[in-house]
């Protein structure tokens, strides 16, 4: 079946360091691909996807490139901030979801 | 705009117990979705519906039942309730597109905290 593998974390950075999250997937057919967010105490909330190979998400800063090579969509983002501070997600998948284990980042000033 | 409403937010039960989660959307969504998310396991697919009248099962969803008598709402019921059901339960919710994938994002509640003793 469809499967997420993401980077292990916790992730600690300080303000304004790049950041790369991984993300590999392994699936049959041509799944769209997200990244969600959860800031403590809440539900999970989308921050970027991708529909087909080589499409480029983005938003609030954060990048990532649905790759069909590597089966890969890490996240990027140039310069975080505290605000960042969540734990992130991958997914695939159509009709259903298939989320990865989540990986914890802690931004500090 | 209410979203996706899950109540109750915290529920302590006894081993054996049973009890309903509710979700309520006000979104006229389609497809609706139960997950439960465990330390370093991510989320997990419980039960999902793409609409009125439909369930199916996801990956782990023994110990669940659903139904979706309307669109609106998809409560999750647990039985009878064990320990391994410690959890905490998210409900979400999406339209359909019209290859019938789901629409560009889902909708999250903000989960319920469900301790089983």
């Known amino acids: 079946g469809d499967s997420v593998t993401q980077m292990e974390g916790p992730v600690t950075l300080s303000e304004e360091a790049f950041l790369t999250i991984n993300c590999t997937y392994t699936?049959?057919?041509?799944?769209?691909l997200f990244w969600y967010v959860q800031y403590p105490g809440e539900g999970l909330q989308l921050l970027l996807k991708?529909?087909?190979?080589?499409d480029k998400g983005s938003n609030k800063g954060f990048e990532a490139t649905y790759r069909k090579e590597t089966t890969s969509f890490h996240l990027e983002k140039g310069s975080v901030q505290v605000s960042d501070s969540a734990v992130y997600f991958c997914a695939l998948g159509n009709e259903k979801l298939t989320f990865g284990t989540g990986t914890r980042l802690t931004i500090i000033p | 705009n209410a979203g996706v409403t899950q109540t109750p937010k915290f529920q302590v039960l006894k081993t054996g117990q049973s009890m309903t989660l509710q979700c309520a959307q006000d979104?006229?969504?389609?497809?609706m979705s139960w997950y439960r998310q465990d330390p370093g396991m991510g989320l997990r697919l419980i039960h999902y519906?793409?609409?009125?009248?439909?369930?199916d099962q996801g990956e782990v969803p023994n110990g669940y039942n659903v139904s979706r008598s309307t669109t609106e709402d998809f409560p999750l019921r647990l039985l009878s309730a064990a320990p391994s059901q410690t959890s905490v339960y998210f409900c979400?919710?999406?339209?359909?597109?019209?290859?019938?994938?789901?629409?560009?994002?889902?909708?999250f509640g903000s989960g319920t905290q469900l301790s089983v003793l």
């Open positions: 519906s793409v609409g009125a009248g439909i369930t």
């Open positions: 979104m006229n969504h389609e497809y």
């Open positions: 699936a049959t057919g041509y799944p769209s």
């Open positions: 991708a529909t087909k190979a080589d």
């Open positions: 979400a919710s999406s339209r359909r597109d019209p290859t019938g994938g789901i629409d560009e994002k889902l909708f």
